[in-house]
């Protein structure tokens, strides 16, 4: 099993779409938890840490469950600047705070 | 501007060359990273420093090497034994602390002929 584990998609959305993106990890000392954005050619940008009490940041809810875990990401009212590669990271467990990074899931947002 | 820079943005070399990729960063951070990134592949991190004059191997540290005499950079070499050197090389660092979040260049598209 993949330290994290994400579909692939890709996702295709019209605008105003909502769309949920899920991840699993398989250890469950983890300590830490993103969520960041590719654009096609680019470097990864920080979307939003996940919380274990959920965090939201306008648009974007990103939400923890440690008991299956799993982390998710919705996006709402999706505008077609959403477009992009999304990565699930997570911390490993010791002490030297290396992320383990998903292969991402791709969202193409349509007019 | 504050931020980590990375040069050049593509480089072409021929097999067999060595050939070293620039970071710098000036917001003071401790710990910084390379990780290369292939098609359909997640980043893998292949080296890693926490503190200066110190550095360590990360998953695929084979046929690469790094230096850290300076906080604010951290070249990587990738040198004539990496097999398949053809990739996107991305430098992240991160602030020494509680948060675990890295914060990366633009990377360099490394393309070996």
């Known amino acids: 099993r993949k330290e994290v584990e994400q579909d692939p998609g890709p996702f295709n959305v019209p605008e105003g779409a909502t769309v949920a993106f899920n991840c699993t990890y398989s250890n469950s000392a983890s300590q830490s938890f993103f969520w960041y954005r590719q654009d096609c050619r680019k470097e990864p940008k920080l979307l939003m840490s996940v919380y274990s009490s959920g965090n939201e940041d306008g648009r974007f809810t990103a939400q923890l469950n440690r008991a299956s875990q799993y982390i998710s990401l919705l996006i709402r009212d999706s505008k077609l600047s959403d477009s992009a590669t999304y990565l699930c990271v997570v911390r490993g467990a010791g002490n030297n705070r290396k992320l383990i990074w998903g292969l991402g899931t791709s969202l193409a947002v349509n007019p | 501007d504050g931020g980590i820079t990375q040069s050049p943005k593509y480089l072409f070399r021929k097999e067999g060359q060595n050939v070293t990729l620039s970071c710098e960063q000036n917001l003071n951070h401790d710990a910084m990273y390379w990780y290369r990134q292939d098609p359909g592949q997640g980043l893998r991190l292949i080296y890693y420093s926490q503190i200066v004059n110190d550095f360590q191997k990360g998953d695929i540290a084979e046929g690469y090497s790094v230096s850290r005499e300076k906080k604010e950079s951290f070249p990587l070499t990738v040198t004539s034994a990496q097999k398949n050197p053809t990739a996107f090389y991305l430098c992240?660092?991160?602030?020494?602390?509680?948060?675990?979040?890295?914060?990366f260049g633009p990377g360099t598209r490394l393309t070996v002929l």
């Open positions: 992240a660092s991160r602030i020494e602390g509680s948060t675990d979040t890295q914060y």
